[in-house]
């Protein structure tokens, strides 16, 4: 007996990358931001008054939302927030993906997609990428219940122009096209202000990465205010506080402070370069990444014995052991300093 069983145990959960407590470790696992926030996130933090914590938080998230407005040049109403973007993006699946017809994504990307789509009954589709681990548009011109696509995508950190995004929005009409821009300030331009032209279109973006602030868990969606309010509605019969007020508050902080956000952004694709000329002269092959990861593999290294012999020297990065990409290893780009030591260990690699 007991039904609920059998659909609950067909869904294989997402695995994150392990959070170790351990102190000297050289964590590169999870793409979080290796420099503290901004700043004017720790006054915010400060000056907020603990007795605010008896009340409800704002369901508006004023402050947020027109902190936003002025960075991404939308309306409020053109915005929606979540706990984390993998809440808005699993919102989004939910409100937004569900014909009969199959919603398509890369073979490889966030391994989200697939666990969504599973959770929520939605049939999807894997493309695969060409033999460069690139998208091919055109294999998104065909009929379908929606697209989500991750720009720069991960874990390849390849970055599709802005132009192609558009003729992916512009050939589903009918559907909705989903933008999970991550990685977008690594190097990437935002598709957010075609959301004027196109109905059909949501970008998402997160606080985790680009503002470090993974752990105050800050996501939004930002498309046409007919979207949003679908958004709002489904997420209202759901819980209508997915934002605590003072994650609201730390965010507004780092969201208006531009010129912080614009350094560390910079730091990071200066470190980027730099360890991908040094891994290039190790042998490795990286692909040419916009974010705040490279993807990189080596011919005479096995990726998965790198893997475990890094984790031994206590750095942790990201392996997948999964078909096409078995023979990489996904990196974040930590301090000059931490990616010296990851270079320095591999050059020791027995
Ligand atoms: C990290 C990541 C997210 C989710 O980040 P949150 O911390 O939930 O905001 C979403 N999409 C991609 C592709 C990511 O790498």
């Avoid at 704002?58 to 936003?68: I, N, P, T, W």
């Avoid at 937004?96 to 959770?119: G, Q």
């Avoid at 059909?200 to 993974?214: D, E, G, H, I, P």
Wanted: proline share 5%; charged share 25%; hydrophobic share 35%.
């Amino acid at each position: 007996m007991e039904l609920w069983r059998d659909k609950i145990k067909k869904t294989e959960p997402y695995v994150p990358g392990e959070q170790p407590e351990g102190k000297n470790i050289i964590k590169l696992n999870t793409n979080e931001n290796p420099y503290p926030p901004s700043p004017m996130v720790k006054k915010a933090i400060d000056e907020y008054s603990c007795g605010n914590l008896r009340l409800y938080p704002s369901f508006v998230c004023k402050g947020l939302k027109s902190a936003l407005s002025d960075i991404y040049n939308v309306g409020e109403e053109e915005i929606f927030l979540g706990n984390g973007s993998d809440e808005v993006l699993a919102l989004c699946f939910m409100t937004f993906f569900n014909s009969d017809k199959a919603v398509l994504f890369p073979d490889i990307t966030y391994s989200f997609y697939d666990v969504w789509c599973s959770l929520y009954g939605i049939p999807y589709e894997r493309i695969p990428l060409d033999n460069d681990f690139r998208i091919v548009k055109e294999d998104y011109f065909k009929e379908n219940g929606g697209v989500v696509i991750a720009n720069p995508n991960a874990p390849t950190g390849i970055y599709m122009e802005t132009g192609s995004i558009e003729e992916i929005i512009e050939n589903n009409r009918d559907s909705i096209v989903i933008i999970d821009e991550a990685y977008i300030d690594f190097g990437g331009s935002s598709a957010v202000e075609l959301i004027h032209k196109y109905d059909n279109l949501a970008v998402v973006q997160t606080f985790s990465k680009s503002r470090a602030l993974a752990g105050i868990r800050v996501g939004c969606a930002m498309a046409n205010a007919k979207l949003i309010n679908a958004l709002e509605a489904v997420k209202n019969s759901f819980n209508s506080y997915t934002l605590n007020s003072l994650s609201q508050a730390a965010a507004e902080a780092a969201a208006r402070d531009t010129a912080y956000f614009e350094e560390c952004c910079n730091k990071i694709i200066n470190t980027r370069t730099w360890t991908v000329e040094e891994l290039s002269k190790l042998g490795f092959e990286t692909l040419p990444s916009c974010s705040n990861f490279i993807f990189t593999t080596n011919k005479n290294i096995d990726a998965g014995s790198l893997f475990e012999y890094l984790k031994s020297n206590g750095i942790i990065v990201r392996y997948f052991n999964k078909p096409r990409i078995n023979q990489y290893l996904r990196i974040t780009i930590g301090t000059d300093e931490q990616m010296k030591a990851l270079i320095e260990a591999i050059r020791r690699y027995p």
